[in-house]
T-cell receptor
Framework: EPEVTQTPSHQVTQMGQEVILRCVPI?????FYWYRQILGQKVEFLVSFYNNEISEKSEIFDDQFSVERPDGSNFTLKIRSTKLEDSAMYFC?????????FGPGTRLTVT | AQKITQTQPGMFVQEKEAVTLDCTYD???????LFWYKQPSSGEMIFLIYQGSYDEQNATEGRYSLNFQKARKSANLVISASQLGDSAMYFC?????????????FGKGTRLSVIA
């Protein structure tokens, strides 16, 4: 059964460094999303992406964040200059239209 | 204001028993979708079940069913014949509108523990 994949599973970075989180959505899906979950808290929406552009973004998704779909398969989230409060699990999700399927997540730790 | 409310931070259930996890939602949209996800200790988010606002019948997927009461704005998850592997966090989520772009809004979750 096709699934969303994410790499790396864990990333440790120093404050101020750039990180790129990678996702491969399910191949025939049209809509892509990034969410994050700070430890012990609920899942929060960051950004949605459709037809090669951002559809919607939350207040969290400020100028430090960017997304790209550089080729037909990958979907990336870049954090330009990480802060301690960016430490969280980052989930990529893809959707054919209604239900959203999540990847296993990347745990980002900023030290 | 909270759009999704899960009032049970934690629940216990005996193996093989049924359990209901509560979820209420708040929206003024006529078109919306309700979702339940399971998050085991390994951290991944597993899609369980979906109910559309126009669906007249309650959704079912194997041992999972969604008790949808539109007038009360509730979408409770019922797990029948609980198994030890059902121990996890369970999140209720809603999407307003039915276009693919709209994001999911999650509740704070309920931690279910199944006891042998």
């Amino acid at each position: 059964e096709p699934e969303v994949t994410q790499t790396p599973s864990h990333q440790v970075t120093q404050m101020g460094q750039e990180v790129i989180l990678r996702c491969v959505p399910i191949s025939n899906h049209l809509y892509f999303y990034w969410y994050r979950q700070i430890l012990g808290q609920k899942v929060e929406f960051l950004v949605s992406f459709y037809n090669n552009e951002i559809s919607e973004k939350s207040e969290i998704f400020d100028d430090q964040f960017s997304v790209e779909r550089p080729d037909g398969s990958n979907f990336t989230l870049k954090i330009r200059s990480t802060k301690l409060e960016d430490s969280a699990m980052y989930f990529c999700a893809s959707s054919p239209g209604l239900e959203q399927y999540f990847g296993p997540g990347t745990r980002l730790t900023v030290t | 204001a909270q759009k999704i409310t899960q009032t049970q931070p934690g629940m216990f259930v005996q193996e093989k028993e049924a359990v209901t996890l509560d979820c209420t939602y708040d929206t003024s949209d006529q078109s919306y979708g309700l979702f339940w996800y399971k998050q085991p200790s390994s951290g991944e988010m597993i899609f369980l079940i979906y109910q559309g606002s126009y669906d007249e019948q309650n959704a079912t997927e194997g041992r999972y069913s969604l008790n949808f009461q539109k007038a009360r704005k509730s979408a409770n998850l019922v797990i029948s014949a609980s198994q030890l592997g059902d121990s996890a966090m369970y999140f209720c989520a809603m999407r307003e509108g039915l276009s693919g772009n709209t994001p999911l809004v999650f509740g704070k979750g309920t931690r279910l523990s199944v006891i042998a």
